[in-house]
């Protein structure tokens, strides 16, 4: 697990193990706030430990950006700590976040220990902030990823914590391509001094602009070649010409994951397509 420290009080941790995923912490003087838990229980651990030992305190509150196990299954590592989600978290690690860990548990001994934990805390419109020593956290919604994404604002740093809703490679399949775009465009305008992607490196000041466009091209240029393979008879083959870098993305490393992560954004894109395409056609004959 790598480790920095992003401003003062306010720490960032990246998974070794599965596709650089990443989690903050925010400390104050008597208590820290924990975004997101990494996936592995021994990742989570260390984190705690990190806390606990060289930091000297407890996390008293975990925020989870969005539902997906790589996330939130740590969060039974902080049996003390109080939960904050967007409402839809919670509903959705309930419905699939324990069967998922159920058939996991099966697989892969390393999860015996985990347990799911739903947020105790929820909201479902405008923002939470939250107060941490001398820091301020503004909680907002950046859907897209998924449709229960949040991200963390530390007000005094222009850090954001922008959980999924900013990765090297945006990723659609459980979310929307619409909502995702809203999202960037909505960090864009926020005068951030690094965004911390879910996965992936910190971005730097210097570099945000940059990536939101190569982020937003990348967007509209998969939903165009997901229209594009509509007309298409070899629509498969159409799909599987246009790889990552022919989509304007070039150097994306995601722990080998991003061709697959592209893959499974195209044939999802495309599906939404058709679905679309047949709906128009099932008005049309409505009015005839
Ligand atoms: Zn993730």
Known sequence: MHRE???E?????????????TAGVIVGPQWAVLIDT???PEESLAIRDFVERELGVQ????????????????NCFFPGATIIAHALCRQLLEER????LESTRKQNPAFKQVKIVLPHFTFDQGVLTLRVGKK?????????????????????????????????????????????????????????ENIIQGHGDIVLRGEIDAAVK???????????????????????DFLDENTVE???????YLGGLARELHRRNLHNLYEHEKLEEVKVKSKGKGKN
Not at 163 to 186: H, Q, R, W
Request: glycine share 6%; aromatic share 10%; with cysteine.
């Open 59 to 74: 996390v008293r509150y975990i925020i989870n950006t969005h539902y997906h196990a790589d996330h939130t299954w740590g």
């Open 214 to 236: 190569e982020n937003l091209a990348y967007l509209t240029n998969i939903r165009k070649v997901a229209r594009t393979a509509l007309r298409r008879r070899a629509a498969e």
């Open 5 to 7: 420290r992003v401003s």
């Open 38 to 40: 990494l996936a592995l």
């Open 136 to 192: 301020n956290l503004t909680i907002l919604p950046t859907p897209g990823h998924s449709p229960d994404g949040i991200s963390v604002l530390v007000d005094e740093d222009r850090v954001l914590f922008a959980g999924d809703a900013f990765m090297p490679l945006p990723y659609v399949v459980d979310g929307n391509a619409e909502d995702i775009t809203f999202s960037i465009k909505k960090i864009s305008r926020m005068g951030l």
């Open 246 to 252: 022919a989509c304007g993305k070039s150097r994306v």
């Open 97 to 100: 976040g324990i069967p998922s």
């Open 9 to 21: 009080n306010v720490f960032w941790f990246q998974s070794e193990v599965y596709a650089q995923v």
